[in-house]
Every structure is written in C-alpha cells, then in structure tokens.
C-alpha cells in the first residue's frame, strides 16, 4: 500500500463536524491501496462548546495503529489567539482578542511557534527523518496548516494536497462580516499567506465546484471537487419513533447571513391557523451570538414552540433527527455554491427539507434531484410547504419519498466521493 500522510487539525474522538470528512478518509482509504498516516492534536469526545475546543488537553503523544490506519495525537496547548479567546473572546474586552488576533497574523509569516499547532512541524519533520510518503494532504482549516505542507516542500521535497472544507481569503462568508479596516488588512495579510504558501502544492481539493474553481482559479492550481458527501450507515440506522408534536429541526450552527425571518413567519402563521410547530435548533447553543440572535428574533408568543439546544453528542443527535418530521436547511444569503454539510445527511435520513427561504441554487438543485426538498421564499410559501409535509405524513406517504431519494443520493456517499483521491494522488 502507498503511505499517505494526512495533517488535520479535527480528527475522531472529536465530534465537530470539520472531523468527519477525514476519519472517514483516513478509515477507507486502505480499500484503494492507501495506508495513511494520521497528525492531530488530542481531543476529548466532550465538546460542548466553542471554549471546549481552545482549552489544553494530553500531556504526551498518543500513538494508535489499526489495520487501516495510524494516528498521532499530538498535546494541545493553546497559543496566543486561543488562549486571548479563552480571555476575552466573547466579553466586553474583545478588542484585546482582536489585538492578538493582529500579533498572531503577523507572527505567522516567520513562525507557527506562537500558534496552537507550534509542535506539528516539528514532529512530523523528525518523523520524515525516519518515513517516506507517497503525499500529504493537509485539510484547512485552520489554514495556517498549509504552512506546514509550504515548509515539507521546501526542506524535504514532499508533495502536498490542500484540502479546503471552506475557501480562505476568498470566502464569501468571512467577507460578509463587518470589520472595516483592520478586517481587510488582514483579509490582505492572509490572501499573500495562501498564495504563497499554497503555491508549494501540486493541486487543491474542495467541497463545491464553486468552492473549487474560486479557489483553483486564484491560486492558479488544478483543482479537484469531492465533496462532504454522508457515511452510508445513515442508511441503515436503528428505526426512531416521531415526536409526538410535528417538529422541524435545523441542525446545527448558523452563520449570520442565514435568515431566520421566513421560517418564523411561517411558524407565526401556522399559530394563527391553530396548527402549530416545533421548532428545534439541535446544537445551534454551540455559537454563543448565534444562540443570542434566534432568541432575540424569536417573539413572545413563539417562544414555547421554539427551542434552542447545546451541541450533543452525534449518537444523541441522530436520533433526535430520526425522530423530526421534517428538516430545515436555510440559504446562505444571496451566496451561490454553498451545499451545507447538513444537507447530505439530511438526504442519508430521507426525511422532507423545508428549504426556506432558497439558495435557488446548488441545494435546492440537490434537494429537487432526491425529491426531498420543499423550497419557500417567503413565510406564506413555507407555511403551505410544511401542510404539504404533514400532509404526506396524514395520507401514510411519506415513506414513498425517503424510497425514491435512496436511488438518487449513492453518488454523494462519502466512499463514492472518495474515490476521486485516486486521481487527486495521480494514480
């Protein structure tokens, strides 16, 4: 088998999202004639919060070899930037965050010591001393990482991979945030970083082909498209009885740019026609200023139909989605491109997605071509949406959806999208 290095921040215990994708590439990847070699930092399986992920963890390097694969779990300690979020990130004092969001940046042009990935590079350069890979491929972010594959290129000759699970510099969502001059002189520090970093690498790989052209484009890179895709044991999970109220769960966090406005006045609509919803955000609580807007928006007399959780474990979490009626998957603003992850396993459960309001774009394509999506754009459409859900569940038909989409979404299991590595690696 041909050794491949994988350099990732996120990996299993940890139960982000960000972690998914490459478990799983690193657990398959032998079943087309890899081995790889896996670099990350500790992780508890006990991640609540965002805080959770900055605090220090391990005091030694962990090693853990199976027949598929190897793992080194490097100690976590936290840099400056992490340890100023600890601090001050999400109190009054956030301009110091700020502050030591600007010392971090411009450090990382010499260095990544200060950072909380400092003894990645040193490990794994004393590792290459002794091993010699096939390629690297390093997954961003943070994207710093790719400082690392720039740095075995020039000192061991080693050709890399940058995966992005999201754009840098070019990524429409970090634009959208306010930020006036300091946000755009280091918006410039960072697109210089990546230019020259990732120039190093034989080609990128990302999640959308928007994503992968943008990206290929800017860095004058040949670019690959495997996308987030859903581990087809989603297909196969234990049944889960329905809530006994109709419930809609988005689930997880949002992005500012997300709009809540249509999905409540539809819930507002329905109260006035005295048919009711739940409306679950499983695991939205993870983003302290993302819970604070839902609950913000929220109006007196929809509060006890809308309820906001902390992240659960993913074993908790599928079940809860198993047990909705019906999922919410939301536009990202007027940005084209932008299949959420959620949206895979949304289609993997086969149950209908409220689409509300639509990107009219990559994901209602997506959602029409299973035969599961249900897209509004304003609150009276997405209430009449949601009858027509319920609707399929009063006349037993449901069911018939979930059957015809399983015909349509093999081509996004994770596997099926993996093996694209094949010619990403030049074999």
């Keep these: ?150 740095s075995l290129k020039k000192d061991f000759g080693l050709n890399w991979i940058a995966d992005y699970r999201d754009d840098w510099s070019t990524n429409e969502l970090q634009m959208e945030k306010s930020g006036g001059v300091v946000r755009k002189w280091i918006a410039q520090v960072e697109s210089d970083y990546e230019k020259k970093w990732v120039g190093t690498a034989d080609s990128v790989i990302s999640v959308s082909q928007v994503y992968t052209d943008r990206i290929a484009r800017f860095l004058d890179k040949k670019g690959y498209t495997i996308e987030n895709g859903f581990e087809e044991e989603l297909l196969t999970l234990k049944f889960q009885p329905l809530f006994q109220e109709f419930t809609i769960i988005y689930s997880g966090v949002l992005y500012p740019s997300q709009d809540l406005s249509t999905i409540l006045g539809a819930l507002q609509l329905a109260k006035n026609a005295d048919v009711p919803f739940r409306l679950l955000f499983l695991g939205a609580g993870y983003d302290v200023k993302e819970r604070r807007r839902i609950e913000e928006m929220v109006p007196m007399e929809l509060k006890p139909y809308v309820e906001v959780t902390e992240r659960l474990p993913r074993e908790d979490a599928l079940v809860e989605l198993q047990k909705s009626h019906a999922f919410l998957a939301m536009a990202y603003g007027s940005m084209k491109g932008i299949p959420s992850s959620k949206l895979y396993e949304y289609m993997a459960l086969g149950k209908p997605v409220v689409l509300c309001p639509s990107d009219r774009d990559i994901m209602e394509k997506m959602l029409a071509e299973a035969g599961l999506g249900f897209p509004a754009n304003s609150a009276t459409a997405c209430f009449e949406q949601i009858q027509q859900i319920r609707g399929l569940y009063n006349t037993r038909k449901v069911g018939e959806l979930k059957d015809y989409s399983k015909s349509k979404i093999a081509k996004y299991s994770r596997f099926s999208q993996l093996q694209q590595i094949r010619e990403v690696l030049g074999d």
């Design 1 to 150: 088998m041909k050794k491949i290095l994988l350099i990732s921040n996120y990996f299993t215990p940890c139960t982000l999202t960000p972690s998914q994708r490459i478990t799983f590439w690193a657990r398959n990847m032998h079943r087309l004639g890899y081995f790889p070699t896996v670099i990350t930092r500790d992780w508890t399986s006990e991640t609540r919060s965002h805080q959770d992920t900055k605090r220090p963890l391990g005091d030694k390097v962990r090693h853990e070899v199976f027949d598929t694969h190897e793992v080194y779990y490097l100690p976590f300690r936290p840099g400056i930037l992490d340890k100023a979020y600890l601090t001050f990130g999400e109190s009054a004092l956030r301009p110091l965050f700020l502050v030591a969001k600007l010392v971090d940046v411009f450090l990382a042009r010499f260095t990544l010591n200060f950072t909380s990935f400092a003894n990645f590079l040193p490990f794994i350069k004393e590792h290459l001393q002794e091993r010699n890979f096939h390629s690297a491929i390093i997954s961003g972010e943070p994207f710093y990482l790719f400082r690392i594959g720039y």
